[in-house]
């Protein structure tokens, strides 16, 4: 059972890079969301999609950009990375069952913008 | 707007000891309430969710929750706590009227689990 995949888990880069977070699911969840992980903050929504070529913003979308043109794949990436884009990222997926429905989580990307 | 609150950063509890995080929550219809678990380096994990129906919850790992609606509260529990039971848990809150899948997290509280 793969799950939820995330890839890279580890990634530093440089500020003003543009860096892609990639994640993978093989329940073929309708739904698809990026968080970040902050302390202080618990986990923020970046960017949701409700199937694919359906994205839209959540929380703190300034400085990232989605696509979703496969159901199993929502990558994110960061056009031009900045030191406050220093986070852990959570890919999560859940079906289309509606509000009841439980959110699953990947393993995470820690990133380091230096 | 929805939110949601744990009072404790840290919750320390001697193994065997019975453990409680606490949970409040602000929405302005029904909710639906989640709590997660975070181990070191790793994703969130489901726990267990109040969707409707009975106010106490059983969830995975001998854990359970009790939704209070009069108090707006959602703490989880567990009878006897076990050292491998140390996390970092999240309570989350969806608004049932307000459309959408959209979670709120509260910060997180951690539970550290003494021998």
């Known amino acids: 059972d793969a799950g939820i995949t995330q890839s890279p888990r580890y990634k530093i880069t440089e500020t003003g890079r543009q860096v892609t977070l990639m994640c993978h699911q093989t329940?073929?969840?309708?739904?698809m969301f990026w968080y970040r992980q902050d302390l202080g903050h618990g986990l923020r929504l970046i960017y949701y999609?409700?199937?694919?070529?359906?994205?839209d913003k959540g929380e703190v979308p300034d400085g990232y950009v989605v696509s979703r043109s496969k159901t199993e794949n929502f990558p994110l990436t960061l056009e031009s990375a900045t030191r406050s884009q220093t986070s852990v990222y959570f890919c999560?997926?859940?079906?289309?069952?509606?509000?009841?429905?439980?959110?699953?989580f990947g393993p995470g990307t820690r990133l380091l913008v230096l | 707007a929805q939110s949601v609150a744990q009072p404790e950063d840290q919750v320390n509890v001697a193994e065997g000891n019975p453990l409680t995080v606490k949970c409040t929550y602000s929405?302005?219809?029904?909710?639906?309430l989640f709590w997660y678990v975070q181990y070191p380096n790793r994703g969130l994990q489901f726990l267990l969710k109040?969707?409707?129906?009975?106010?106490l919850v059983k969830g995975s790992y001998g854990f359970e929750a009790e939704f209070n609606k009069s108090q707006t509260s959602f703490h989880l529990k567990k009878p006897s706590a076990l050292v491998s039971d140390s996390a970092l848990y999240f309570c989350?809150?969806?608004?049932?009227?307000?459309?959408?899948?959209?979670?709120?997290f509260g910060t997180g509280t951690r539970l550290l689990v003494s021998p």
């Open positions: 999560a997926s859940s079906g289309k069952g509606g509000r009841t429905e439980t959110q699953y």
């Open positions: 329940w073929s969840h309708s739904y």
């Open positions: 929405v302005s219809g029904n909710p639906y």
């Open positions: 989350a809150v969806r608004d049932v009227d307000t459309g959408f899948q959209k979670l709120v």
């Open positions: 999609s409700a199937a694919a070529d359906i994205t």
């Open positions: 109040y969707i409707t129906g009975d106010n």
